[in-house]
């Protein structure tokens, strides 16, 4: 049995929260990225131009910020534990393609990622506790 003490629980919450915010950073870079994976890739989203992916906002409430198909890699990897993060497709049609419209199915390419979410942060849960041994 581990035994904390005071002098080390400090140390213990340090450690706990890195790899809180680890996981959080991989999870969200995940989740996104599924959301993100075309249709070609074996994912929901269907790409002609390319327009619709690379219309991705990414940001995080008083942080980072980013547009293009990976700005969501550099505003996840700058969040910590507590922060809210937003992924937006601007495109004018995305809400269309992913929800459906005029009797044409929607790809629900982010309820399909959002969907995944508990065992995405459950695999990066297990490769967090694979790094510390």
């Known amino acids: 049995m581990v035994k904390y003490t005071f002098a080390t629980l400090d140390q213990w919450t340090k450690k706990t929260e890195k790899r809180i915010d680890a996981v959080l950073k991989d999870a969200t870079q995940s989740v996104v990225a599924v959301a993100q994976q075309t249709k070609a890739k074996g994912g929901r989203m269907p790409v002609d131009t390319g327009n619709l992916r690379n219309s991705l906002q ?18 996840a990897g700058n969040m910590k534990g507590g922060d809210l993060a937003t992924f937006t497709w601007t495109a004018e049609y995305a809400a269309a393609v992913n929800n459906g419209n005029r009797g044409r199915l929607g790809a629900h390419f982010v309820e399909g990622a959002v969907d995944q979410w508990p065992a995405i942060v459950r695999a990066c849960i297990a490769k967090a506790k694979a790094r510390v041994g």
């Not at 990414?58 to 505003?75: L, P, Q, R």
Request: charged share 15%; glycine share 22%; no cysteine.
């Open 58 to 75: 990414s940001s995080v409430a008083g942080g980072a910020m980013g547009e293009g198909k990976e700005s969501y890699i550099m505003v």
